[in-house]
């Protein structure tokens, strides 16, 4: 691990030289470094290891009781540990314990044979899941009523990580009497074996006092052990780019070694053999070349590597002790789990979000229902009247019509019937019950139940059936117990057609206390009607499905209900086939569902529910904020299309003023075609080519385009931002495709699910110069050309360059653009996108989404810095493909955390997560990396110059104790300091002016211009040092005979080393006062540490000199370091030329930095410079609160085939008749600025945003 850095690698190399004669540097000053650097690493791994190892001995020590047979077949019991268990043991578990193997259920304790397992460890799912006994076991009660009578064999699949398949077969050995060698005596038993008989490692049993497993899988043969892959090795973009920094840094350092050992080479041909100097040995020269890279060597920056990783940690700590970030309701702080990229929080340039529990609650709410075509819950209601948790219906007319002889009784009877037995909810009935009174014709009784259910939609209509009269109380076996209006039904539920992807619903048929035969079937409604019986009266359906758009537009989830009565006949002909299916060893997935398709006919339509989804708390203020800082974001889902565009719209990732493109072709053909075409329009015509354009006037015009930019550069100088600002709103403008009316008649075509819909007529924009300033592009009105009330716009009709777009694109057509003919040409149209939505995702597929966006497309581009977040299991490959993952500790389990980088409470954390601790630690690691550069390229080539004028001899001009301090002690502290508690704005500046976030998104702070110049000042640092000392009191004409071909020394009291001393007093004093110009606010630590390192050296130097002056120096045997500084603070010239040095080397970055602020400021700039101008008026800069007025538009959880264009024309129509109304409005993504007294506060109640920081 120690040598995975090519600059560990590279510095051991080099301390090794260090060794030999010809080395100018002590190996003990060389290797000091070196063991540091190493033993901090040491120390992390060794830290991390040992953590590792005591959270497997935790595992591995937690207690288990085994069942057995010792060597005589004598069952015996073991109360081990899970280190102790091995294949073929029976496993005790009591209610709430983790199953330690993978097991096959035996036994429970329940009569019905069953046992509910909780899975949030494997799949991040909270449900309980069924487990169902062997059937050839069931009946057995006890572990030693199993072993002492059987024998058990099971022939199974080898272990694979397939969490959603087990196949295998278990067979039954009676024992033969000893006395009887005939088979005939034995008993034989075979039992098939699936998914639904195994109980997996990690998961936890429930709701059964005991449970018997026979362990088939153990170790790293479990299915979660061969689940769990290696976290990836994530490096931030900064370190990426510091390796190939690295690498040009190693060329520079071959390069004057080779240049300085050409001088020496040609120097040494000018020489007599008698000539050579004393003090270089005979055998040096054949060495020169590897003693000028030792001399170098200090060009790498080995430290900063141990700095940045305590930068890190410290970084890391802000993170976990922010306590805006806490949640206080979960008690839920934030987490950090690699803090190797905190830097890429504050450069993420995309978001990939899930969208159930991330953006969303996953507290479904049973809102409105629709009954026989008459809707419920659409009017206003009582407010003062309660609702049952987990709904908001109190609508009395339901109740009132099923309690009357009302025409739609029986249809309400049968809807709510299915709410409440259609599921594979379980109640658990041992928690006591409590009347509640009912202000409606009937009372009854709702017991306090706890539902546990497969998924929080089940559990929202089981509630509101409940608050309607319909209890489900316990389920015995195959018997469902339910309490209807105060009076106990039994139901058997004689088969579940259970829910999957592809079927798109559920059903189940069930015997009434009469005999009759039902099957109730919930789902889909563009699957549900297509099953609808010919005899169903159309009006009915026709009605339904307008109240299905309408639940859409308001952004609701929807499942359509139905039923079918069945004769005994029909169902027993069914059930044998259907058994037939479930036995079948082979294919018994697509035989059942093909069996189950053949009952599910003719049913007759009930009426459809809607369901709630409500946004997490600051959902919409974080996207629109994250959004305005410049980053676009993916919202990556399994839900439907409309679902998601409504989610999209409420929570702002899709905004009025964006043209929607909706991609939804199902051949490649086609797709191909359509992006070509979206290409011409959003990629080639913003450089003004067209599809006949030549690739030389293309390159014509991005040379004008360029030309116009250096322009705008210097009338940025000359004339202002409020001028030039001005000038940027004349931009050039691109002809816009006709589109279809906003009123123009649906269709049934999916050729029109792409089309391009216009944006929405924007609001009058309210701004002034600082709100130029600070942001152009977010203060520039865009014209609409809209009239009439109709969204079309003729060829001739022109759009503003900057005009956002978004896309939507399905599950299906997805697949088609994650083809690798064809995917790139999906990457350039979609990242001109503000916004991307995909639908209907795989977890494989999100992943392979954030790969596509993440990976570079060209050779040596650095590819886009990407984020990821979600909170289940499904989201865990997208969390690790993206450059950062963050888990949200949601209710579906900690599988996303355990995966991630970095786990938050909420979504609305993020936005702080990223706008104040990314925006930091960008810049903070920005400074200690350039400055720690500068200061290395100072110290080596300094040595440099010197070689210059001592013939390239590879004289060393410092002492080697003060090599080793350089970077150990006397530059390092104030640059560390900076990178710790640097801040140029305060927190709450960044929160409320999120387009701060741009430096970290341009790369601003850390880019090859930046390195490049601080090496040239670095250098510009050396020869100053270099040059004043040697020059300023002519210590030249001391140390150079007029025969320059020999050195000579002691001429007079001040020697080579004690002008090195001067020189490495300058550059120290030198590099401290650059590292305090690079502060943005002091404080104590600033102070401290950069007071205390320069009288620390001035101390230590003045020691070193006056105690340890008789240490050898390299070459000599003199004490040339005895009485150096005693002399040197004597001298005039010294003094002279530190004040001299100083403000010489740091004069041209004082010069640059202000011509910066002055002619070309940040953003941040600008906000200190008015935050001092308001303080200095006794005033405060705050932000007008945004209004976030909008109404939820968009689609639902499903719909009819051929609905989409409707529900699109009515989101333009509702959102054009709210424009109507609302009239001229300010859009969120401008948000105006004013200056008030510091009485005064902001909209929400809190204080003015902090005064300014110097």
Known sequence: MQFSRLANLYTTIVVALCFFDFSPVSPVASLTPLLIVFATSALKDVSEDRRRQKGDAQVNSRSAHIVRRDVLDEVMHIDGTWQDIEVGDVLLLKDGDQVPADCILLATSRPDGRCYVETANLDGETNLKIRQVASCTKHFLTAEEILDRYTLEVECDVPNKDLFYFDGVLKLKKFADEAVADTTNKEDTETSLTMDNLILRGSESRNAEWTLGLVIYTGKETKVQMNSVAVPLKRSFVEKTLDTMFVLVLMLLFGISIACTLGNNNWNLDLADDSTPWYIKEDSNGYIFLSYVILFNNLIPLSMYVTMEGVRFVHARYIENDLEMYDVKTDTPAQVRNSNINEDLGQIQYIFSDKTGTLTCNEMIFAKCTIAGLRYNDIEVDPAKRARPGTRFNDGRLLARLNSNHSTKKEIHDFLLLLTICNTVIPETNVPTSPTSSSDSCSVETPTIKYNASSPDEEALVLAAADLGYVLESRDGSLCHTLIQGRPMSFEILNVLEFNSDRKRMSVIVRFPDG???????????????????????????????????????????????????????????????RQAEFSMEGRAAKIAKVSAIIEVELTLLGATAIEDRLQDGVEESICALRKAGIKFWVLTGDKKETALSIGMSSHVIDDNMDVIVLGQRDKGSLRARLEELYVDLVEDKWGSDETSSATSVLLEALKRAILYLWDLVKLALVGRDEEAEARKKRRRLPRREHAGADAAPTDSPAHYDEVYPALPNRDITENSFNRDLCDHDFEPKTDNMTGGTNSMSSGDFIDEELEFAMVIDGKTLALVLDDDIKYLFLAVATQCKSVICCRCSPSQKASVVKLVTEPTLMFSPGNITLAIGDGANDVPMIQAANVGVGISGKEGRQAVLSSDYSIAEFQYLKRLLLVHGNYSYKRISKLILFSFMKNVALSMSNFFLAMETMYSGLLMYFSIFFTLYNALFTTIPIVVIAMYNQDVSPAVLMQYPTLYVNGLKNRSFNWLSFFGWCVLGAWHAYVVYAVPFFTNGSIVWYFSSDSSKLQFDKRDLGLWANGVASYTYLITASTVQVSLMTSNWTRANVLSTVGTLVFYYLFTAFFCAVFGWTKADFYDTEVGYGVVSQLVNEGWFWLGLLFSVVVAILPNYIAKAGRVLFYPEPSHLMREWNRLAKGEDAAVVMDSPRLVRRNTGFAFSHCPGESEMALGVYRSSNMREQSRAGQRSDLSNVGMRVQSPSSSTADGSSPSPKALD
């Not at 010919?534 to 639940?551: I, N």
């Open 516 to 578: 009759s035969i039902v099957l109730y079937c919930k789902g889909a409604d563009d699957i549900i009607f297509d099953l609808l019986s010919k005899s169903q009266p159309q009006g009915v359906a026709h009605v339904t499905r307008g109240h299905l758009q309408e639940y859409a537009s308001e952004g609701l989830r929807t499942l359509t209900t139905a039923m079918r009565r069945l004769t005994q006949e029909e169902y027993d002909q069914w059930n044998q086939l259907y």
